[in-house]
């Protein structure tokens, strides 16, 4: 069945630098994702999505690459905030399943002031 | 906005009751979706709706049912609950006709003792 994996359940970053989240998918027809924002006591938040037509999204200090060849997603937050803090994962729709997202399991970051 | 509601946000039940956990999105969506979120395992779909009355079984819907009678609400049953679905259950609705992103409520968090 498909898999979505994230590759570090946990990330430490100092305010200001530059986060890096991966993601691993299984599924070479998944054709649409989405990054998503947990923070604590809270739903999950749209952060920002990607077509497989496309390699390369950006949104306001967020950008999403996806590598297709080797099924990969990462989603890269600029000038990391305090605000920042949470749960991040990703999430895949595979062609043909309707509205069927497949999640990963998430990466906690943690931003130290 | 899009707004989505749940309920409550923590229920304690026995074993054995049955358990209501009430969805409304205010937003004339399409799609609604029930999810559970267990640490480790990210979000797993329980079951889907795309239209009043219809539902759709996702990848763990033993011992849940739904029910969607009106657009905007979509309940998920325990019809027995167990202490195996102690976790956070989780709402979202989409658009749909093909506009994926999916917002969700913040969540149940249900104890079965």
């Known amino acids: 069945g498909e898999s979505v994996g994230l590759h570090l359940p946990t990330l430490s970053v100092q305010e200001g630098d530059n986060s890096i989240i991966n993601c691993a998918y299984s599924?070479?027809?998944?054709?649409?994702f989405i990054w998503y924002k947990q923070e604590s006591g809270k739903g999950p938040q749209f952060i920002i999505d990607?077509?497989?037509?496309?390699d390369k999204r950006q949104g306001q200090r967020v950008t999403v690459l996806l590598n297709k060849t080797v099924k990969h997603l990462s989603l890269q937050i600029a000038a990391t905030q305090p605000g920042d803090s949470a749960v991040y994962f990703c999430?895949?729709?595979?062609?043909?399943?309707?509205?069927?997202?497949?999640f990963g399991t998430g990466t906690s970051l943690t931003v130290i002031p | 906005d899009v707004k989505v509601t749940q309920s409550s946000r923590y229920l304690v039940k026995r074993t054995g009751e049955k358990v209501f956990l009430e969805c409304v999105q205010d937003?004339?969506?399409?799609?609604m979706f029930w999810y559970r979120q267990d640490p480790g395992l990210g979000l797993r779909l329980i079951y889907f709706?795309?239209?009043?009355?219809?539902?759709e079984k996702g990848d763990i819907p033993e011992g849940y049912s739904v029910s969607r009678e009106k657009k905007e609400r979509f309940s998920l049953i325990l019809e027995s609950a167990s202490t195996n679905q102690t976790s956070m259950y989780l709402c979202?609705?989409?658009?749909?006709?093909?506009?994926?992103?999916?917002?969700f409520g913040p969540g149940t968090r249900l104890t079965v003792t």
């Open positions: 979202a609705s989409s658009l749909g006709r093909d506009t994926y992103e999916q917002y």
């Open positions: 599924n070479s027809a998944s054709d649409y």
């Open positions: 990607i077509r497989s037509n496309m």
């Open positions: 999430a895949d729709l595979p062609a043909n399943t309707g509205n069927q997202f497949y």
């Open positions: 937003m004339d969506h399409e799609n």
């Open positions: 709706s795309y239209d009043v009355k219809m539902k």
